[in-house]
């Protein structure tokens, strides 16, 4: 008996390891110093755009959930502004005791901000720089914030194994602050936050496509739920066929096909069209309902959604064909399925214990799909739904109710580092883009 | 036994009986003991075990599958080790003091005199031996040291590896040691121990070799030597085959590729 048993805790403990694993996640981290960028000449507009860059640079950095981030506090009182500058001992042994630096300075001359920034490995004496950058642009706010994120996402890019940072990547989400819900958009840590639609009924469902300049949603209009289309291009709704019956939650393959529910032989089921909107085809049929389609992100060849054809809603995955149906989820309530981008997991909101009197609540898990094997991102903090994954894999954004009405939060693919992104209105369906 | 018990019968009747006599108080002990422990198993089974019902650890029974309980918790906190003594897990640098024994004052030992044990020599605490060194646990101490100098090694879930890195020049791992870093990481979080044997304890060492273009796509992956387990090689191979890219090569590097050559060792 007592074999037995440490078996099974064996086996538990050695699966969370590879879950770690698999989301990029959990490995060593690099330790990485930050320090404030200096002024390079004397420009009174300096300071704020120093303080402004200082902090999206830190907070991008901290976001990224690669890096072990040294406190400031740790810091030397000299802090560099130029490679001259660097006493390495001072950063490379205790207290920083970092291993990566980022430094560099900023300056404003004749309306135009210029930015100079350093990684160095500072263990590496010998050969120390990483990478040296140096950016120019118009001096305002906005303006220095991009650059902020430019830098961040190169060091990201260069320390997290050629995976690209999201510091630059658009969420797009359902927000009621106007009266109407209507499709928005902002940067993925909340700023700039944007109306997209204007329609003045009811839009759901935002989808961008994976070049992001098309946003595929579902609204409400005088012949019941259609796919509508947003161009970024164009800046305006473009055309796109009428289905009739009500067609809701689109989903866009990598090569930019668009997989949605539609009612329109009868029952909601799983169509496939181009991404014209041409070439109509049905994948599921029966009494469904079938809904949610999330295609492969990496392969494209798979599609998970949900069905209601054994009564409570539960995660199915096929081949994007409609061959090869598999179910995932074996109890509950299981909802918003959205695939990982490496293609290894779905995450989705269940609630694993349904009726009446069961304590259960929605929960977002995590779960692989070649083994079936879960775990859970969120505990005891009110209904989460709608998780989507960053394109890094490391991130996954979501609804949730913890603070008493429907806000976007982000966090780490493991379940931490919760943040908060909107506030006014109710906002939910949040939707990262591809890249 | 019976042979000689029939042989002897007339002669050694009393022998027998008093022998006979001496086996009652084991007898009696050993059914004792034996219903001690059939009532202990019954307990066991019927309490202890009740309380776990009867799905307990197995996942569910739905017909397609059968979903397997992770853990009720999420993903736990990464293990860093840390130079703070205060926050460290690492055995090395931190060691607990060893337990005061407490004896109660006025109990005095009574003096035995056909003891031939010595009482041991008191040794005062100034005068410990150093304690043994614990053993090594496959781990580098994490932020100490210089620049990382080749062989690189990396851990992974018991699982220990290395790496070696051919340039043009010879010396791209010491000039580009964070370059080597990130393809450990990259590794490591991309390989799936779950994709080894489970019935698997120890392996032979696994050496593969591949090439990292410029733009950092690995290529050319080769088992240069597999080990005796088949499932560790192919979970080695798909590791690397699931990477797309460690992203590009140092741009002041000059070479076209760089040849990594990768071993590790498997230990459960």
Redesign the interface.
Known sequence: ?VVALLA?FT??S??????????????????LAAADFKASNSDPNNVNLLKTFNDVLWNDLDNAGIF?LVSKSFYPLQEPGQPSEINFSAW?S?PP????LAFGNLGVAGGKVTVQGWLY?V?????PQ?LGKQYSDNATSDAVRVIAHRFADEII???????NGIAETKIYFVSERTGHKEIWMMDYDGANQQQVTHLGSISLSPRISPDGSRLAFSAINKGGWEIMMYSFDLNRIVAFPRFGGMNLSPSWSPDGKIAFSSSRNGYPNIFVVDPSGGNSHRLTEGKGPDVSPSWNRKTGSQIAFVSGRTGLPQIYTMESDGTNL??????GYAVSPNWSP?GQFLTLSWMRKYGGGEPGSNDLYL?DIA???????T?DAGRNDFPCWSPDGRHIVFQSHRTGSDQIFSMLA???NVKQLTFKGANTQPNWSWK | MAASTDTGIGMYDADIYSEHAQLRRPLAWSFGLHVAFAAFVVLYATYIQGFRGSGWGSGGTGDAMGATLVSSVPLPANPEPTTNVLATESKGLSKSQPAVEEKEPDAIPIPDKNTKVKPKPVISATKRKAEPEPPETNQIPYGEGGPVSGPYTMTAGGAKGGFGFTGSGGDFGSRYAWYVEAVQRKVTENWLKYEVDPGIREASRVYLTFDIGRDGHPSNIQMEQPSNVPSLNQSALRALQRIDTFGPLPSDYSGSKVSVEFWFDYKR
């Open positions: 008996m099974v086996a538990i050695s699966a969370q390891d590879w879950i770690r694993t698999g989301t990029g996640l959990g490995v060593e981290r690099v330790r072990d490379n205790p005791n970092t291993s990566m490995d263990k590496n004496e010998k050969s990483v890019f260069r320390l997290g194994g050629g995976v598999q179910r995932l989820t074996d109890q490496n779960m083994s079936k094997q879960w775990v859970q991102l505990h493991d379940g931490t």
